[in-house]
């Protein structure tokens, strides 16, 4: 028999992403004092980014926005607000000192990345 179990929704993707993980992913206690949509980018995002041997704990790293609009389930169509919720989210990693960012916007389009640096 086969079974095919579906995790929808966050709460369902964060199950998922920790399962693969396999429970290697150390979360600094800071981040249990954050917004809901501050820790989900973290653990999902940022958490996960590789840093090179012989590094000193930061790494450059880009994340899309349509790729955290994805994971995070943003069905809203202001486009302003999402930007917005999600800049909101990322400041409070920056004010937490937990990362670096800088918004990217390319061409005046909607087409937005991140430039994240890792620091913890």
Do not use: C, W
């Amino acid at each position: 028999r086969d079974y095919k179990i579906e995790f929808g929704g966050i709460f369902g993707k964060l199950f998922s992403h920790n399962v693969r993980a396999l429970n290697v992913i150390r979360f600094p206690i800071e981040i249990y004092s954050l917004s809901q949509d501050s820790q989900f980018i973290y653990r999902r995002f940022i958490s996960t980014m590789i840093i090179p041997k012989g590094s000193d704990k930061s790494g450059n790293f880009q994340i899309e926005f349509d790729a955290i609009m994805k994971y995070m389930d943003i069905k809203t169509e202001h486009s302003t607000h999402n930007r917005g919720r999600i800049t909101k989210a990322l400041d409070e990693l920056k004010q937490a000192e937990l990362i670096q960012y800088k918004n990217n916007r390319i061409r005046r389009h909607d087409y937005i990345t991140y430039e994240v640096v890792r620091l913890r």
